[in-house]
């Protein structure tokens, strides 16, 4: 099936520095990346759209400036988490649709962001 | 608020019985699918149910959808410990094609004790 990776798995990081988290399709082209962001025990909250080669489509109240998104090639995207702060601590996960199936996404493993 | 939400909130069974799972929402939909989450991880998908679909099979998996109630049920046979996770509906909206996003709810916390 199709494989979706990210890293890396866990970051800790100090407050002001930025962050980038890769997300990465092994095995087949994606047109479309999506970025989430999942507090504890909580669902899934859907930050930015990423379409390969042009810019990210936002969700209200996702600042793009902070959490910068890049979609360079068909089967990586970015995320660079900007001047992190402890509140920017949570798990992102990001997903990926391919070139066929127009519903299926597949998620990669997520990473683990701790901001101190 | 949450397009999906699914009740319970948390389900604890004896390994062996079966797992309901239940999942509401409001608006038209293309189709809905289920996502596993193991602890920590990212989400495994499950199986995608279309809109002009009431019933599918996947292994010990069994989706319904009800577009009138606007409600899915899982259901997981003979359960396992290994399928304790929690457990997650999306939705894709109607009528927005390959650049649909998926709505998730708030998930089910499903223990199989052994």
């Known amino acids: 099936g199709a494989v979706v990776s990210q890293h890396p798995s866990r970051v800790i990081c100090k407050s002001g520095t930025s962050v980038k988290i890769e997300c990465r399709s092994l095995?087949?082209?994606?047109?479309?990346m999506f970025w989430y962001r999942q507090f504890p025990k909580k669902s899934l909250m859907l930050m930015a759209t990423?379409?390969?080669?042009?810019?990210?489509?936002?969700e209200q109240g996702v600042e793009k400036d902070k959490f910068l998104i890049n979609h360079a090639s068909l089967t990586l995207s970015t995320l660079t988490v900007t001047s992190a702060h402890p509140e920017d601590s949570s798990f992102y996960i990001c997903?990926?649709?391919?070139?066929?199936?127009?519903?299926?996404?597949?998620f990669g493993p997520g990473t683990r962001l701790t901001v101190t | 608020s949450q397009q999906g939400e699914e009740d319970p909130q948390a389900l604890s069974i004896q390994e062996g019985e079966n797992a309901t799972m239940n999942c509401s929402y409001k608006?038209?939909?293309?189709?809905l699918q289920w996502y596993r989450q193991n602890s920590g991880r990212g989400l495994v998908h499950l199986i995608l149910?279309?809109?002009?679909?009431r019933e599918k099979h996947s292994g010990r998996l069994r989706v319904t959808l009800d577009t009138s109630k606007k409600s899915s049920s899982l259901l997981i046979t003979a359960s396992r410990a290994a399928d304790t996770a929690s457990y997650f509906c999306?939705?894709?909206?109607?009528?927005?094609?390959?650049?649909?996003?998926?709505?998730f709810g708030k998930g089910i916390t499903l223990s199989v004790r052994p």
């Open positions: 095995d087949f082209q994606a047109t479309t």
């Open positions: 990423s379409n390969e080669g042009s810019k990210a489509t936002y």
């Open positions: 149910i279309r809109s002009n679909e």
């Open positions: 997903s990926a649709r391919d070139l066929v199936g127009l519903y299926e996404q597949y």
């Open positions: 999306a939705t894709a909206p109607l009528g927005t094609g390959a650049n649909s996003k998926l709505t």
């Open positions: 608006t038209s939909i293309n189709n």
